[in-house]
């Protein structure tokens, strides 16, 4: 059984390979992050029950957030030892090739 | 409620310790106050707060309440309802939920919202205020300002059109969406011309 920060860590690379994820995010008012004795992970938070994904999406003017949502479960959910999985988009991203 | 439950906790600890102050004071003799001159002197006013609450307790039961009295007891008790009622209820949501287990910030709903009506013609400023619901869905609020003598209909309907489209492209769902437009002199406002 992995602790939190390295389930963290895990987690953080599977989002961030993601594509359609800018970054992950600490959140605004209150950091979302999971601490432990090796350091911080910032836009995952460990709890006994669940994880939850606080990122920055990426525009894809054929891919509404859902769907990224939707991947990046179904993709985090296999390593997170039988945890729920939940998605916070904390803000998206509009790049130049969205031509906006 | 979280905000009214922290107020009154607050002003009941300055109480507290306003009270423990005049203990500490009372208890040691300090500046010339002494425990004893509180009962001798009444200085508390222990016996007008019995008397009074004699006076009243015997009007309850003769039934020979004054109408002020009545008036102010059943607001106390549908305060007090209300109040355990918005206790007993659930806290409002601080994300939109999108879907289960998928959440939007309301910052991010928001910023979508303003842009899509920053790209409207003819609006000149716009304010958003966007609130998670326990449903899925954001409940928008948006106040916008236009030149006097638009065709504020025509704005209106194009603004809802774009905003929804918008969101639904980004796949955020809005449960409510309400427009207010504003006539307004253009120098009143952020920018001019649209």
Same mark, same amino acid.
């Given at each position: ?7 963290a860590?895990?987690?953080s690379?599977?989002?961030l ?6 970054s992950l ?5 209150v950091e ?7 350091g911080t992970?910032?836009g995952?938070v460990?709890r006994p029950?669940e994880v939850?994904v606080h $990122? ?5 003017p054929?891919?509404?957030?859902p769907e990224?949502?939707?991947?990046? $479960?179904?993709r985090v959910?296999p390593k997170t ?15 130049? /090739?969205a031509n906006l | 409620m979280? @905000?009214f439950?922290r ?8 109480a507290l310790?306003a009270?423990?102050v005049?203990?500490?004071?009372? /208890?040691?003799?300090l500046f010339?106050?002494k425990? /004893?001159n509180?009962?001798?002197?009444n200085v508390?006013?222990?016996?007008t @707060?019995q ?5 009243f307790?015997n009007n309850?039961q003769?039934a020979?309440l004054?109408p002020?009295a009545?008036?102010i007891?059943v607001?106390?008790?549908v305060?007090g309802?209300?109040?355990l009622?918005l ?6 949501p601080?994300?939109v ?8 910030t ?13 790209e409207?013609?003819?609006i000149l400023?716009s304010?958003?205020?966007v ?5 899925p869905?954001?409940s928008?609020n948006l106040?916008?300002?236009v030149?006097r003598g638009?065709?504020v209909?025509a704005?209106?309907s194009?603004?809802?059109?774009? @905003?929804?489209q918008?969101? /639904? #492209?980004r796949?955020?769902?809005v449960?409510?969406l309400?427009?207010k ?6 120098r009143?406002? #952020?920018s001019?011309?649209?």
């Amino acid at each position: 059984m992995t602790n939190d920060l390295e389930l963290a860590r895990i987690v953080s690379e599977e989002v961030l390979a993601t594509e359609g994820v800018y970054s992950l995010s600490s959140g605004k008012f209150v950091e979302a992050a999971t601490y432990g004795a090796g350091g911080t992970v910032r836009g995952v938070v460990v709890r006994p029950e669940e994880v939850e994904v606080h $990122i920055v999406a990426r525009y894809q003017p054929d891919r509404a957030i859902p769907e990224l949502t939707n991947t990046l $479960i179904e993709r985090v959910a296999p390593k997170t030892e039988g945890r729920k999985v939940a998605v916070v988009v904390e803000d998206i991203e509009v790049g130049d /090739s969205a031509n906006l | 409620m979280r @905000i009214f439950n922290r107020i009154v906790m607050a002003i009941i600890f300055l109480a507290l310790l306003a009270l423990g102050v005049f203990m500490v004071l009372y /208890s040691f003799n300090l500046f010339g106050f002494k425990l /004893s001159n509180l009962l001798n002197n009444n200085v508390l006013g222990l016996q007008t @707060i019995q008397n009074g609450l004699k006076n009243f307790v015997n009007n309850v039961q003769n039934a020979n309440l004054m109408p002020l009295a009545i008036a102010i007891m059943v607001a106390v008790a549908v305060v007090g309802l209300i109040l355990l009622i918005l206790e007993f209820k659930p806290p409002r949501p601080k994300k939109v939920r999108m879907q289960q287990g998928t959440y939007i910030t309301r910052d991010a709903v928001e910023d979508e919202v303003l842009s899509a009506t920053n790209e409207t013609p003819h609006i000149l400023d716009s304010s958003a205020r966007v609130k998670a619901r326990r449903s899925p869905g954001a409940s928008v609020n948006l106040q916008a300002n236009v030149r006097r003598g638009e065709d504020v209909g025509a704005v209106r309907s194009d603004l809802r059109e774009r @905003i929804q489209q918008r969101l /639904s #492209q980004r796949g955020v769902p809005v449960s409510k969406l309400k427009v207010k437009l504003h006539e307004t002199d253009p120098r009143q406002t #952020q920018s001019r011309v649209r």
